[in-house]
């Protein structure tokens, strides 16, 4: 088979590039190592902020998200169960706002998407291996059964998350890799319960830290801030429900809705940034070059971000022959996702109670949230942030 560009990983960042190519006549085929099913199951992401919403639209892919999605101009931070104050992202980010909208669904639109214009997603492969991507021929095989299928391309994109193939097959002498590893995880529970707050609630507590999050009226998304060694078994929903109340405010507490979950897992807290993110016809984009820990909500936007500069860089080679968005891609994507590390880095540390912490780091967390609710210029600085720093 030959296409133009050959993209591995059929999550949101692979699809959304292959969509935005497609209508531009750009020819691409995505190489998904799992069913739709199951990449569908995955609950990840509930936020999306306003530039990945657009592309979204660019890519004809935004209707029910502006149908079912719910928009938020702001959300809580509570504080030792005692205090909850409101963070107002539209007055602090000059009128902007985010849009609460699961990844579950977002994918889901992305893959219907694909399928009505006749894009090419081949499911289930396995053995991917990238070939010649210094070469000015490269391409890419994976093994379909018993055979072994050959793709020939222009391009590689590895959109294939953190434990994909495509960044390990850039040599060891060329990627620097940076990353930080967080003592705990958190433990994530999806319920269809009312949700306990119309808004995010971001909670402080010493017995650690926990999330009230939601994907709609009827559907909400709990966190709660657990060691590396707990393992989903050993939280029943008794004892997730009796620890999120305990680590919130009493009122919250008292109105919570428990149900059974639907879902219930944990993932481990982790910053990283592999660098380049371009190595001769391969370019990453997403979770496989960078992750953070989901406290700023950064991980899917800053795949938007990479996505954008990659397709318009792609546009430029192929309709007017242009390289200089190819050439810069790396810098250019790294400088906006270095900005999502510090920020998921700082309200994390801000939010969460680290087994080795010492009194004087506690108080020092104590001082940063003081500080942040009495400074505009704090309360800015997290809006833009928050709701998305511009492409
Ligand atoms: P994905 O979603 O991991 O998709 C990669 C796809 O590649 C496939 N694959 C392969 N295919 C072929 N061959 C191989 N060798 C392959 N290896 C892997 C995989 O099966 C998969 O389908 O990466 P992508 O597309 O870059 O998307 C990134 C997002 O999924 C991720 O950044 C977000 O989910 C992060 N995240 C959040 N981001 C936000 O912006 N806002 C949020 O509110 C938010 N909340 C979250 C999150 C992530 C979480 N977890 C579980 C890590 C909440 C949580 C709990
Ligand atoms: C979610 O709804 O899954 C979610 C929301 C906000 C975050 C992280 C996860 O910061």
């Not at 969509?19 to 199951?38: A, M, N, W």
């Not at 055979?147 to 959109?159: F, L, P, S, T």
């Not at 193939?165 to 529970?189: A, N, Q, T």
């Not at 801000?350 to 087994?355: A, G, S, Y």
Request: proline share 4%.
């Amino acid at each position: 088979m030959k296409t133009q560009v050959c993209i591995i990983g059929g999550g949101p960042s692979g699809l959304l590039i292959s969509q935005l190519l497609h209508l531009q006549g750009i020819d691409s085929v995505v190489l998904e190592r799992h069913s739709r099913e199951y990449v569908l199951a995955r609950i990840r992401a509930g936020v999306l902020e306003h530039g990945f919403a657009d592309l979204m639209r660019e890519a004809k892919c935004g209707e029910r998200m502006e149908r079912e999605g719910e928009i938020h101009e702001g959300f809580f931070i509570s504080d030792a169960g005692v205090t909850k104050r409101r963070v107002d992202l539209k007055k602090y980010s000059g009128g902007n706002s985010v849009i609460v909208y699961g990844q579950t669904e977002l994918t889901r639109d992305l893959y219907d998407a694909r399928a009505n214009m006749g894009g090419k997603v081949i499911h289930n492969v396995e053995d991917v291996k990238l070939h010649d991507l210094k070469s000015g021929a490269p391409y890419v095989t994976y093994r379909d059964g018993d055979e072994i299928k050959r793709i020939d391309c222009d391009y590689v994109v590895g959109a294939d998350g953190f434990h994909g193939v495509s960044r390990k097959s850039i040599p060891k002498d060329v990627l620097k890799e940076y990353e930080k590893i967080y003592p705990f995880g958190w433990l994530g529970v999806l319920s269809r319960t009312k949700p306990v707050s119309p808004e995010l609630i971001y909670a402080r507590h010493e017995r650690g830290f926990a999330l009230c999050s939601l994907r709609s009226q009827v559907l909400s998304r709990y966190y709660i801030q657990v060691p590396l060694t707990d393992k989903e078994e050993d939280w029943s929903d008794e004892a997730f429900w009796e620890e999120l109340k305990k680590r919130l405010p009493a009122e919250d507490a008292a109105k919570m809705q428990t149900g059974p979950s639907i879902e219930k897992s944990i993932a481990p807290l982790r910053s990283f940034v592999a660098e380049p993110m371009r190595y001769g016809n391969l370019f990453l984009a997403g979770d496989s070059a960078h992750i953070v820990p989901p406290t700023g909500a950064r991980g899917l936007n800053s795949a938007a971000s990479d996505i954008y500069y990659l397709y318009h860089a792609m546009v430029a080679h192929y309709k007017k022959g242009d390289d200089r968005g190819l050439d810069g891609y790396s810098a250019k994507a790294l400088a906006r996702v270095w900005k999502a590390q510090r920020f998921s880095w700082w309200m994390t540390t801000l939010l969460h109670t680290f087994p080795d912490t010492i009194p004087y780091d506690r108080r020092l967390q104590d001082i940063d949230l003081d500080y942040l609710f009495s400074s505009d210029a704090a309360m800015a600085s997290l809006a833009e942030n928050y709701v998305g720093l511009p492409f």
